[in-house]
Structure formats: structure tokens, C-alpha cells
């Protein structure tokens, strides 16, 4: 279905089918609601139908609390043009295990499961069904549809725990993965646009690559941040792929573009780097306010700004 499809309505894609954390996530999202959701069957058609106007934006997966930053996101993010973040979402991950009405948990044998789901369970798993044997599936909601439609050999699976506001199961058991504080953190994306205003409670996502391999490269790149006492809550490298050693950066910085100190920062790192994708200046997921010392204060900044054009001007300073 065109975005353009339904004049009046907007159409948000996201990884479906419908019950998965990402679908968990857009709920999150006031002005998606009563709009169009698309399900995608993974990342690249979900940017896919951004740039090709499909869709109005996308829900994606970036970082997970236990296995760091999502790869394929942050390499689209990195090469394909023209998108941009424009909000950030945390969902808790944790798991039901779910079955087919009137199953109990004695007649479990074989459970289907996404494979991470299912490495994230270990410890539940092994203490009340040692003796189970595991089907792959495609994704925390295929498990599910596979037991329901006998498509996967299994009695149960593993599924995040809306997966029963759509399909017909019993819980069988609640709460089973090991790490009952793991998040994942999901970004909105859309086709390039002017960064909304600042809140105070705002993140600044980019991607950098290092001029060249030699020492002090990296701590180069990073003090363009620190100088100006902006602290990065993310810092991850990925292989540019064209040769070894050639790594791109991705950060989180706490702040927005239009923030002086910033501004500033942002200027920095594209003299000093071959190539700086922004990727986008939006309110944090958490809404916490953004702290930093006086001396990093926008006054100070435009301060200093306004001595120096004195200067430059021959008029007389203090």
C-alpha cells in the first residue's frame, strides 16, 4: 500500500507480523495511531519503503542491553541516503512461553524459538525443561504461528508476551528470560527533515569515519566531543568493508544540533573526518534532561562567538 495511498493517513512500517517488540515499540508512538502499519519482513524492506515512499516512516531495531548495537541497521544507516532519526523507543525484552489451547507444560518436548530468544532463556529452559529439544524459527512470532498451524514440529515456543492479543494460545509460562532487565532500544525513521526543536531532553546520532589508520586517530575524533563537554552515550565501530582496518564510527552524543556546544562539535568532527553522516537530533527515550557544566553553556559558547566577531569587526572589548 502507497503512503500517498489514503489521503489524510500515514503509514508506519515495522517488523512483523503483528505481537513483535518492534510492533511493541510503534505503539509507543502518539501520532501512529489510528494511521497505517505495515509489517516488513526485515530491516532493509523497512528502510526500503522510506526511501521509495511506501511508507511515511519505519520502526527499527538499534541496540539491544545485552548484545550490543543491531549491525544491519547501523550499516543501512551508514550507506543508504536520505533518512533520518526522528525518535527513540525502549522496549523491555523479556518472553512468555506459549502453546496451543489445552496444552500443559508435561507435554512440551521439542519448543520452537527465534535463536537469540532462545539463547536469552537458557537458564529457564534448562532448570524447568532439561530435557527439550529446540526448532529455529524466523522470528519471536513465527515460533507461534508455526506451533499453531503445525508448519514447525514443536508443542510450544518462545514469543515475546502481546503475542496473545493476536493469536490463540495459552501462556504456559511467564517472565523466562534470563536477564529480566534487558532492553532494546528501536529508533522511528523517516525520509531526510528538518530536526524537530530541542527539548533539553535530546540525543544527536551520527556516523564518522577516521581520516586514516594511525595512532591517536580515534582520540582525536573523540575529543571534538569532550572539548566541548558533550558526553557520548554510544560508541560502536563497524568495518567500512573496503579494506581491513577501515573502520566507521557510530555515536550518540547527549544534545541537539541546535545546541552551541553542539554546533560546535559537529563542525569539528567534519573537518577532521572524510565522511560524517547525521543522522538525526530527537528527544531521548528516557526524557531525561541533558547536564552539563557552565562553562559548556550556550551563553558561553555564543559568547565567545560575539567577542570574536567584536574583534574581526575593530570594535573595543573587554
Not at 490463540?168 to 530536526?195: H, K, M, S
Not at 567534519?270 to 530527537?282: I, K, N, Q
Request: with cysteine.
Amino acid at each position: 500500500m502507497s503512503a500517498e495511498s489514503e489521503p489524510g493517513r500515514r503509514t508506519y512500517s515495522y517488523l512483523g507480523p503483528a505481537g513483535t517488540f518492534t510492533e511493541a515499540a510503534l505503539q509507543q508512538v502518539p501520532e501512529a495511531k489510528g494511521q497505517i502499519w505495515r509489517p516488513v519482513h526485515n530491516a532493509g524492506e523497512a528502510f526500503a519503503d522510506v526511501i521509495e515512499g511506501r511508507s511515511d516512516a519505519a520502526m527499527i531495531a538499534i541496540e539491544n542491553s545485552i548484545e550490543g548495537g543491531v549491525s544491519t541497521t547501523q550499516d543501512a544507516l551508514a550507506t543508504l541516503p536520505g533518512l533520518r532519526i526522528i525518535g527513540e523507543y525502549l522496549v523491555p525484552v523479556n518472553f512468555v512461553l506459549v502453546a496451543p489451547r489445552g496444552t500443559t507444560l508435561a507435554d512440551v518436548a521439542t519448543i520452537a524459538a527465534h535463536p537469540v530468544a532462545y539463547a536469552q532463556c537458557h537458564g529457564w529452559l534448562g532448570e524447568h525443561l532439561p530435557q527439550h529439544q529446540h526448532v529455529p524459527a524466523a522470528s519471536n512470532v513465527a515460533g507461534p504461528i508455526g506451533v499453531l498451524d503445525g508448519t514447525l514440529p514443536a508443542q510450544a515456543a518462545i514469543a515475546p508476551p502481546g503475542i496473545t492479543e493476536h493469536y490463540d494460545l495459552d501462556v504456559l509460562a511467564t517472565d523466562i528470560g534470563d536477564n529480566t532487565n534487558a532492553v532494546t532500544r528501536f529508533v522511528l525513521v523517516t525520509r531526510t527533515t528538518t530536526p524537530a526543536p530541542p527539548t533539553g531532553a535530546d540525543k544527536t546520532s551520527i556516523i564518522a569515519e577516521l581520516p586514516d589508520d594511525r595512532p591517536g586517530a580515534l582520540l582525536a575524533l573523540l575529543e571534538q566531543f569532550s572539548a566541548r563537554g558533550i558526553n557520548l552515550s554510544l560508541i560502536e565501530s563497524r568495518p567500512i568493508g573496503d579494506a581491513l582496518g577501515r573502520y566507521r564510527f557510530v555515536i550518540d552524543a547527549d544534545g541537539h544540533i541546535q545546541d552551541a556546544r553542539m554546533a560546535e562539535a559537529l563542525m569539528g568532527l567534519r573537518r577532521f573526518s572524510p565522511r560524517v553522516v547525521f543522522l538525526g537530533s530527537y528527544p531521548r527515550a528516557d526524557r531525561v534532561i541533558v547536564q552539563h557544566d557552565d562553562e559548556f553553556s550556550d551563553d558561553v559558547f555564543i559568547e565567545a562567538r560575539e567577542w570574536l566577531d567584536a574583534l574581526l569587526l575593530g570594535k573595543p572589548v573587554d
